[in-house]
């Protein structure tokens, strides 16, 4: 079992900027990736971001692609997402998520571990 706490959340103006945390316990011996997913009020859950917990490669929707940056701490056992120039649209519930297989991908299907979620508001 791996255990997973966010943080980081809250509201911020359009352009600004946030940091998500994800701290993991438990079972991290098992990790094989983590990613970010996020849900909108009436939306389907989205992919945001993935890393690979050993090689570091990550992959990112196209949404977010020049804005977000994914990257881990092993040490910490701790995932980020630093996501800058932020709009509106991006107002979600983030969830951060283990996938214990090796590969990363951001299909939220084969993800086996998730966080409670960390609310994120980007007003206009």
């Known amino acids: 079992q791996v255990q997973l706490v966010e943080s980081g959340g809250g509201l911020v103006q359009a352009g600004g900027s946030l940091r998500l945390s994800c701290a993991a316990s438990g079972g991290t011996f098992s990790i094989g990736a983590m990613g970010w997913f996020r849900q909108a009020p009436g939306k389907e859950r989205e992919s945001v971001a993935g890393i690979s917990w050993g090689t570091g490669n990550t992959v990112y929707a196209d949404s977010v692609k020049g804005r977000f940056t994914i990257s881990r701490d092993n040490a910490k056992n701790t995932l980020y997402l630093q996501m800058n120039s932020l709009k509106p649209e991006d107002t979600a519930v983030y969830y951060c998520?283990?996938?214990?297989?090796?590969?990363?991908?951001?299909?939220?299907?084969?993800?086996?571990?998730w966080g409670q979620g960390t609310q994120v508001t980007v007003s206009s």
């Open positions: 998520a283990v996938k214990t297989t090796r590969g990363v991908v951001i299909d939220a299907r084969v993800y086996n571990y």
